[in-house]
């Protein structure tokens, strides 16, 4: 009880700290020095911040602590070293952590910014187990704080993060945009804003913000279809928030920052691949300076969809090829570990 009244120290910005230390009578410079052990050396406890007093952190520590994640669980696929951890928050609940490897030594990691999700997308193991509340400041950087822990023992660092994991982090964004904050600040982990990716199912008014606000991150668009009556099926939030007003929104978007954005389709088999889809598809995002990333379904029991025919996904692609759409198919990490976003947390509900 005593221990959740403490300043929980990682969720506070450098000019926070530097109040804070004030407050408790040390000079504000020591806030610059706190928030580099915190995020840069990423201490674990307040007794090794060896540029304080003994009595200074002593003194911290009776009023503030760093917070930790207790790791519940951790798979590693065989097949290309991708590593997925669940991690218990201070309240008992838990999320997913993926982490990334890729060929050129980039290590992404995808993080979540919620527990559970309410935006309730058909084909998704996240959206079925339901919404329970947003992650906060500490929780979002304890993610890649924890994993950064552990690879750096094999000289790996964390180079790119992507918000992709449980959540929708455009109905979380003040959070997210603290997190942002932190990580990309020069006395922290200091990742490139250019290496940070939000991925929204297409909240318009948190776009909105994002251009308001100048935010300096790539964006992917959570897709699926580009068929308003399809997509209210597969991305619910898709009534309140149409292609159209969606389009217009990213043109803005497009116009003002002049980065590319990605599009993100998962394949569903008899679903969302037809030679109409693969047309909508291409009008939607022709005139995008853009990458469409076709997504592997990884099937979630009961959800009722299935991966496409090969026959079908040559078809598709190859509409979507003569319309001139730049496509990949995302090549899936971590399959034999259940690679799809809250699979894992589903597992430990469960069982
Ligand atoms: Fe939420 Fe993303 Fe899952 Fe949709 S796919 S329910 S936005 S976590």
Known sequence: ?????????????QAELELLVESMGMKSYYGKS??????????????????????DREMLETKSY??????LDLKTSKIDGTEKFL?????KNSVETVLLRHSDRRVTLCVSSQVGCPVGCAFCATGKA????????????????TVERRIIKNHENISNIVFMGMGEPLLNLDNV????????????????????????????????????????????????????????TLVPVNKQNKLEDLYAVLQEYQRQTKRRLSFEYI??????????????????????????????????????????TPKKLEKFLHVLKIRGVNVTIRQEKGRDINGACGQLRGRQVVS
């Open 1 to 13: 009880m005593e221990e959740l009244a403490k300043i929980n120290l990682l969720n506070l910005t």
């Open 34 to 55: 706190l928030f580099n052990w915190l995020h840069k050396k990423i201490v674990r406890n307040i007794r090794d911040i060896t540029d304080l007093s003994k009595k």
């Open 66 to 71: 760093i917070p930790f994640l207790n790791l």
């Open 87 to 91: 991690f218990q928050l201070e309240d």
């Open 130 to 145: 339901g919404f329970v509340r947003n992650l906060n400041v500490n929780e979002i950087i304890n993610q890649a704080y």
């Open 177 to 232: 945009r603290k997190a942002l904050e932190i990580l990309t600040h020069e006395n922290g982990l200091y990742i490139s804003r250019r290496k940070i990716t939000i991925s929204t199912c297409g909240i318009v008014a948190g776009i909105e913000k994002i251009l308001l606000e100048r935010l300096p991150i790539e964006l992917a668009i959570s897709l699926h279809s580009a068929i308003d009556e399809k997509r209210d």
């Open 267 to 308: 394949l569903l088999g008899g679903v969302n691949i037809t030679e109409k889809d693969a047309n909508a598809l291409a009008d939607f995002v022709k005139d995008f300076d853009h990458v469409v990333n076709l997504i592997q379904y990884n099937p979630v029991e009961g959800a009722g969809f299935k991966a496409p």
